[in-house]
């Protein structure tokens, strides 16, 4: 088939001639998709960003020791007065990492540092600032110890962080800096997780040209692979970049096939909307069982969703910033789910007091790039970056923040409080 023969007016949304609520397209995807199979060990460094494929078990408690959460004196608690002043004299140090040697008798203090193991005998820690320092009769260390103590204060209890045998980490975890930490105070140096999930991705377009070619009048760079190779390296997939497909059906059938070949997922941009889909739609209806839907969002309507060969397929807009939002509200939350994330709870957002009137039609969501900031009583507030064109890239660069306007909700005024979900920790 070439381009001349393509059924006119075919109509690949058939299936779903309403708008599709961005809630049901969710669900229809969250049906659809499942955590790939296959895990490797990898050095613990090499796991930052990566999915934990079996349950972390501790093999140790954390901290090791119970030990001083200050610098100051450690003594039993029992020594401690209700009503009086205490005087104590300090019979040694304990270093963190250079426990005191012995143990302490009822009347006494050992000076220790943070981290420092508790000396045996003692199970309470006063601040240096505290007590009182003072040389006795024969030039020795005594503290003065006031009232107000409480026994077994300052000391962090062996295990308290981690219990040996504890879960530490739950398969379906994603593994962050902080798991990092967590994991090497084990001391833990290799982990399993999840095989990396490939993705392969391509823009469609007569139009669109590659970095270090010239432009013709009428020819765009591509832009989609740039921002989609940023999203995608975030999230921590393997990159599969199959460049500019030509509109024509079979270098179409060709990107398909092989990108269902070597890809767990694929995603496309452009061809997307009406006067391309039928003809993409065809060449998809041979190769997989696609779905193309208008979705009630703005910007970002329509998304093709479904199966290439093994291969599970998101066809996004050609537009530049429905491009970014389509990924960030359809495909990112399905790949981490084929990724092997179990953790449900998507990003969480803020509610802020919108400074900008924003216009919003109801029966469809509406994204807003926009810019969160503070105002002199640290309240949160939202600008939208003014012009809200999908093909305006830059305005993405502007803002820090998408402002979410709800499918049922109205336009807004300046002073009402609005659903903000920021950039940073997308990923
Ligand atoms: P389409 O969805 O293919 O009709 O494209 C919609 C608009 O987005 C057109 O103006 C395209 O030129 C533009 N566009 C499509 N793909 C890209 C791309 N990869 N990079 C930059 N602009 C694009
Ligand atoms: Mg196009």
């Given amino acids: 088939m070439n381009k001349t023969e393509r059924t006119p007016q075919a109509d690949c949304y058939r299936d779903d001639p309403e708008l599709l609520p961005v809630t049901e397209a969710l669900r229809r995807i969250d049906a659809q998709v499942e955590s790939i199979s296959g895990d490797e060990r990898v050095a613990l460094r090499d796991a930052l960003g990566r999915i934990v494929a079996k349950p972390i078990i501790s093999p140790m408690n954390v901290p090791g020791h119970t030990n001083s959460a200050m610098d100051g004196y450690a003594l039993a608690g029992a020594d401690l007065s209700m009503d009086d002043t205490r005087r104590l004299p300090v019979i040694g140090t304990a270093w963190a990492g250079r426990p005191f040697d012995g143990r302490v008798p009822p009347g006494s203090a050992v000076r220790v540092m943070t981290g420092a193991v508790m000396p045996p005998g003692t199970d309470t820690v006063i601040m240096t600032e505290q007590v009182e320092e003072l040389l006795d009769e024969h030039g020795d260390m005594i503290i003065v110890v006031g009232q107000g103590h409480r026994a077994g204060q300052n000391v962090r209890q062996a295990g308290e962080d981690i219990a040996i045998g504890d879960c530490v980490l739950a398969a379906g975890k994603r593994i962050l800096p902080a798991e990092l930490g967590v994991l090497g105070s084990l001391g833990i140096g290799e982990v399993s997780v999840k095989r990396r999930l490939r993705v392969a991705f391509f823009s469609t377009g007569d139009e669109l040209r590659s970095l270090g070619e010239p432009l013709a009048p009428g020819e765009v760079y591509d832009s989609n692979r740039h921002t989609l190779y940023g999203m995608l390296t975030r999230l921590g997939v393997e990159l599969i970049d199959m460049g500019v497909i030509r ?25 997307a909307s009406t006067g391309e889909a ?28 479904g199966r290439v060969g093994d291969a599970m397929f998101f066809g996004l807009p050609g537009n530049p910033v429905a491009v970014m939002v389509t990924f960030y509200q359809f495909v990112q939350p399905a790949l981490l789910r084929m990724m092997g994330n179990e953790e449900t709870h998507p990003n969480p957002t803020v509610r802020a007091t919108c400074l900008s009137p924003l216009r919003k039609k109801p029966g469809r969501v509406e994204v807003y790039r926009a810019i969160l900031a503070q105002d002199g009583d640290g309240r949160p507030t939202v600008r939208s970056t003014g012009k809200t064109g999908s093909g305006l890239l830059h305005t993405m660069s502007d803002a820090n923040c998408f402002i979410i306007l709800p499918h049922d909700g109205e336009s807004v005024e300046p002073g009402a409080e609005v659903e903000v979900l920021p950039f940073f920790g997308l990923t």
């Fill in 278 to 305: 039928d003809y993409i739609g065809e060449t998809l209806a041979r190769l997989g069982e696609v779905r193309f839907w208008r979705i009630a969002i703005r910007p970002g309507r329509p998304l093709a969703f």
């Fill in 247 to 271: 509109d024509e059906p079979d270098a179409i059938s060709d990107a398909f096939r092989e990108a269902a070949r070597i890809g767990d997922a694929i995603i496309s941009t452009g061809g």
